[in-house]
Structures are given as C-alpha cells and as structure tokens.
C-alpha cells in the first residue's frame, strides 16, 4: 500500500486527461493483483481537500474502452485509501431533451459488455454483491444539485447503456436501446461501476452528452471529431463543478448497503482460499480477512 493518501478519487473520461486546478502533491502508480492502473495516478489537492486522479484512457489516451485496466484502476485507487469517486465519461443521448453539452447524472444502467473482465471474484473466490442501484444516491445527488447551483444544465434519474465498442452503435441498435427506455449511450461505464461496488466505494457518475448517437436521423452521425469538439467546450465545467462539489463529496458518509457491499458477498469458506486468492482479497478488504481461518 502507498504512504501517499487520499479518500476521493476522480475518473477523468476521454477529453478530460488532467485537472489543472490541482495542487500536486506526488504521481503514484500502485502495483494492484490485477497490474498497474491506466497510468500514473496524480494524487494532490483541490480547494484544500485531497484527491486521487486518473486518467481512465491513460494521457494521451492510449486505451480502448475495452483495453482500459478497469480493475487495476479501482484496486489502485483503493490502495490509495480511495472510499468514493466521482468519474466523468463521455456519452451520446437517445432522448430529444438530453442535447449535446448537457450535464446527466444517471442512476440505472444496462450492460451489453461482452469481453472486459468485470469482477474480482473467480479464480477460487465467490462473491455476490448487490448492484440493484449502482450508483451511489447521496454522492448522485451532490453531483446533481452542485451542478444546478452552478447555472449548468443538468438532468438526472436516466439510463445509462454501456456497450462494446469501439464502434458506435447501428441504427437499429440505437433504436433499441430507445425502445427500453435508456436515454444515454457510452462504453467505458462498466465495468467500472460494478467493481467500485464490489470494492465498497460509492460511485458516482458525471455524463456530458456529445452527441445524438445515430437514431436522430435529422443530424449528423456521431463522429469521434464530434465527441472531442464538444467534450472540449465542456471541460471547464467538468472541472468547475468538481470544485465546487468536493467539500460536500469529502464530508457525507455512505450507507452500510455501499460501504460494507462486500463484508457478508463473500461465500467461499476461508480454509478453501489458496494463498493466492487470499492475497488478493487482503489487499482490497484489509480488514475482513485478518486472522486465522475460522
């Protein structure tokens, strides 16, 4: 574990590499069980309160969403003392009322990964958390008031689909996805969120709408040039808004059903553990597996 702390961590998503009203105090990349995290992690301070940064596709971003080392990342951050994170991403809109350089913080999400690693249990360990709501409400709900209180405008309460990629969807895939009620479309979400759950963090996620993916059939079809352009104009807010959030996101305390999502997930009978997967489960819950067998 690191010397270097810090309670909030910060996913910076594609167009947003680095916070530059961060006071840097050091870069730490923590060797995790699972490798090293996207890239060096920029642990510093931000109107006085500590946080760790990173850059989810590595600076100059260098990862597919399906290459980003999702549970590196988390266990990373977790060595680093993080217990809550604020991530920003990228994602098209499949509602008229949610346009390009709007602010959504959602609070459901549907999966159609297919070949990301999602989980660190397996490899002789089960575990089975609970994901019925997978974002954290009172973080949510910091995010999306502070955002209101800054003139931005900001939805909430939508659907977020993660898909594959790196493709953007088919028409028909849009149309789908519209049809079950989502109203937002990104890649890089999850696995990222189920496994700041399973790590006992509360997540919560800042989406700034680029596009209208491709069922808005009046418009243009989202291109990465129209991505980057609006992310871009929207970087100032992203970062005006965490701001003026981290004191409220340093102070609440999260519920048991978060906090402790891991403590009673696990089933697999301690004497059954090898050495391997015990060490592995010492690193990110420190405190469940001290002790002997029993």
């Known amino acids: 574990m690191s010397d270097v702390r810090a309670r909030i961590g910060v996913i910076g998503g594609s167009g947003l590499y680095e916070l530059d009203q961060l006071e840097v105090v050091a870069e ?6 699972y490798g090293r995290p996207s890239d060096a992690i920029v642990v510093g301070r931000v ?33 680093l003392g993080v217990d809550r994170v604020v991530a920003f991403s990228a994602v098209g809109s499949l509602k008229e009322e949610l346009p390009p350089l709007d602010f959504v913080i959602p609070s459901q ?34 995010l999306y008031d502070t955002a209101r ?63 209208y993916d491709c069922w808005r059939e009046t418009d243009e079809d989202v291109d990465i040039q ?13 970062k005006r808004l965490l701001a003026a959030a981290i004191e409220k ?15 009673h997930a696990i089933i697999t009978a301690r004497d059954r553990l090898s050495e391997t997967a015990l060490e592995r489960m010492r690193f990110l819950y420190p405190g469940y597996f001290d002790g002997p067998a029993g």
């Open 249 to 263: 996101v340093a102070a609440f305390e999260e519920s048991p059903a978060i906090a402790e999502a891991a403590r």
């Open 47 to 79: 109107n006085g309160y500590s946080l760790a940064f990173l850059p989810r596709h590595g600076r100059g971003h260098r990862l597919l969403p399906s290459e980003v080392p999702a549970r590196a990342n988390i266990a990373a951050l977790k060595s």
């Open 149 to 211: 209180a800054e003139g931005l405008r900001v939805h909430r309460d939508e659907t977020l689909v993660c898909m594959e990629g790196p493709a953007f969807s088919t028409r028909a895939e849009s149309h789908l996805y519209r049809a079950l009620g989502a109203g937002l479309i990104n890649m890089s979400a999850l696995p990222e969120a189920k496994l700041a759950r399973e790590a006992e963090m509360s997540y919560g996620l800042v989406c700034m709408v680029t596009d």
């Open 28 to 33: 730490v990349c923590p060797d995790t069980p």
């Open 109 to 142: 999400m549907i999966d159609r990964t297919r070949s990301r690693p999602s989980s660190f249990f397996g490899e002789g360990v089960v575990g089975h958390v609970p994901f019925a709501d997978p974002f954290s409400g009172v973080l949510s709900d910091i």
């Open 226 to 238: 129209m991505v980057l352009l609006n992310l871009n104009r929207n970087a100032a807010n992203a």
